[in-house]
């Protein structure tokens, strides 16, 4: 039975490569009959990456927000809104809107927890 896989030196991969440099890789995998993702693992093995590893990587830049300030958080209506959807065990719902005090909704969970 004859071999139908294409084995190929080391210099052919190298030039493949380097055509890589001045065209993509889509055409030049055309152009020699290969799969792109080939061409592909021959350029990550030869130590060139994706193209959008030339790019200088991403940074955060800082942000500074001013605090808002009591006055302004005293007279929002948002400030005291808010719900709280606690599913307890057995399919119960704890529902729990405006400021909450931690301590407070502990003592209540455990009390319906008991029922």
């Known amino acids: 039975m004859a071999e139908t896989r294409r084995r190929w ?3 052919e991969r190298r030039q493949v490569v380097k055509e890589t440099e001045a065209a993509s890789v889509s055409s030049v995998a055309r152009k020699h009959g290969v799969a792109p993702s080939l061409v592909f693992r021959w350029r990550r093995a030869a130590g060139m990456a994706g193209k959008s590893e030339r790019k200088p990587a991403p940074a955060f830049a800082p942000v500074m927000l001013p605090a808002p300030s009591p006055a302004a958080l005293a007279a929002s209506p948002e400030a005291d ?8 065990a057995g399919g119960r719902r704890l529902r729990v809107s405006g400021p909450i005090d931690v301590g ?12």
Request: charged share 25%.
């Open 104 to 115: 407070m909704l502990k003592q209540v969970i455990a009390a319906v927890e008991g029922l």
């Open 81 to 88: 809104r808010g719900m709280i959807e606690i599913e307890l």
């Open 9 to 11: 030196s080391e210099a």
